[in-house]
């Protein structure tokens, strides 16, 4: 019995040492919140900023499947005749990523699966003259908390330590009536 639980131990430290992939990564998101009821559509452009973290966890080791997890910050913004809108936000992930090893040097990790917004911060402030008004998007309007979309794209890995990626994402879940947010993502970041 001592050897079984001691081998079972050694397997479980060995898979779980193969088993981490972490990263860290910046991203930049040209996003657009777009307003759609009836048949009237309006879309406002956000730049959108991103500091995030991920921990990946291969699925089996015959097949370079794994689940990827993680969390990052978001800074949307964007200011425009003398009107300027902030939403800062944490997001979780959850991707499938498949590897593509193409050389010793280079992959390229194709990923899907939602994502969890929680708006932590939502204000317009418009400035016109000498008058200024502040609006906070959840207690002055009808703004959501909390949120689920689906993201995929591509990460293009180099030397199993350094990535970039383009990818696109969209709100399942709209922020506020008849609106919800979708972008490119274009992301940049280290592998350990």
């Known amino acids: 019995m001592k050897k079984f639980l001691m081998i079972a131990a ?3 430290m060995s898979t779980g040492a193969f088993a981490q992939f972490q990263t ?27 500091l995030g973290y ?21 800074w949307a913004f964007k200011s425009e ?4 809108s902030n939403l800062v936000a944490a997001k979780i992930p959850v991707n499938a990523v498949y590897s593509f090893q193409i050389t010793d040097a280079f992959s390229i990790k194709p990923y899907a699966g939602p994502f969890f917004r929680f708006n932590i911060l939502g204000k317009t402030k418009d400035e016109h003259g000498s008058h200024s008004e502040t609006t906070d998007w959840f207690s002055d309007g009808d ?3 909390f949120q689920i979309g689906l993201a995929a794209g591509a990460r293009f890995c180099f ?9 696109y994402s969209y709100d399942l879940m709209k922020i506020q009536d008849y609106t919800h947010f979708e972008g ?3 992301t940049a970041g280290l592998m350990f």
Do not use: C, W
């Open 54 to 74: 991920s921990y990946a966890m291969p699925l089996m080791d015959a097949i370079p499947l794994s689940i990827e997890f993680g969390g990052r910050v978001e």
């Open 10 to 12: 050694m397997a479980l």
């Open 184 to 186: 490119v993502e274009i």
């Open 159 to 167: 030397n199993d330590k350094f990535f970039a990626g383009v990818g």
């Open 143 to 145: 703004a959501k908390r």
């Open 24 to 50: 860290f990564y910046l991203q930049y998101s040209p996003s657009s919140m777009k307003y759609s009821h009836n048949s009237y559509s309006v879309s406002t452009s956000y730049n959108q900023l991103a």
């Open 81 to 84: 005749d003398g009107v300027k």
